[in-house]
T-cell receptor, first 112, second 110 residues
Framework: GAGVSQSPSNKVTEKGKDVELRCDPI?????LYWYRQSLGQGLEFLIY????????KSGLPSDRFSAERTGGSVSTLTIQRTQQEDSAVYLC??????????FGPGTRLTVT | RKEVEQDPGPFNVPEGATVAFNCTYS??????FFWYRQDCRKEPKLLMS???SGNEDGRFTAQLNRASQYISLLIRDSKLSDSATYLC???????????FGAGTRLAVHP
């Protein structure tokens, strides 16, 4: 079946612009996660959704970052007034069970 | 101190070699443990879960020592296709938030 999909796959934006990243989880997966991976770094947790609510958004780096999920499915991560340090690969994962998370291919964001 | 620490490598080994990766975690209350594999410019994929009694999946063996807060992965008879970054991953408990180590890079050469 279809896996987790993310769009766009690559995004180049100018410093100060807003960007929106999209994640389509595996159908029926109630949990959805956003992570960020900077060059040479491990994955950094950003936010977790259970259904449409976000019980843990502790990993969002600043108030320029926000995320929402609608219909218990698609999620968007929005970064306002992008900065160069926001450049990274943004990965989305979904899960049904408590243990195994399935990752999407990521969105590579470059802020110039 | 990082929550999950790994030797970054790289480990350069010939085909057929046995290689071991180590990982330590700081939260003694952590509940579940995993090894993920990440190929260059690809998403991470679950390699195997790690159980207290140790577990094996073909050429791969994972061990957990809760007292030492230490996790290991052993790869026997390395293949060229094993070349990747291996991520040590810990679930600190509660729901399903995962904490990732920075990864250990493995390069298997002919």
């Amino acid at each position: 079946g279809a896996g987790v999909s993310q769009s766009p796959s690559n995004k180049v934006t100018e410093k100060g612009k807003d960007v929106e990243l999209r994640c389509d989880p595996i159908s029926g997966h109630t949990a959805l996660y956003w992570y960020r991976q900077s060059l040479g770094q491990g994955l950094e947790f950003l936010i977790y959704f259970q259904g449409n609510s976000a019980p843990d958004k502790s990993g969002l780096p600043s108030d320029r970052f926000s995320a929402e999920r609608t219909g218990g499915s698609v999620s968007t991560l929005t970064i306002q007034r992008t900065q160069q340090e926001d450049s990274a690969v943004y990965l989305c994962a979904s899960s049904l069970t408590r243990a195994e998370q399935y990752f999407g291919p990521g969105t590579r964001l470059t802020v110039t | 101190r990082k929550e999950v620490e790994q030797d970054p490598g790289p480990f350069n080994v010939p085909e057929g070699a046995t290689v071991a990766f180590n990982c330590t975690y700081s939260n003694s209350a952590s509940q579940s443990f995993f090894w993920y594999r990440q190929d260059c410019r690809k998403e991470p994929k679950l390699l195997m879960s790690v159980y207290s009694s140790g577990n094996e999946d073909g050429r791969f063996t994972a061990q957990l020592n809760r007292a030492s807060q230490y996790i290991s992965l052993l790869i026997r008879d390395s293949k060229l296709s094993d070349s990747a970054t291996y991520l040590c991953v810990v679930n600190p408990g509660g729901y399903n938030k995962l904490i990732f180590g920075a990864g250990t890079r493995l390069a298997v050469h002919p």
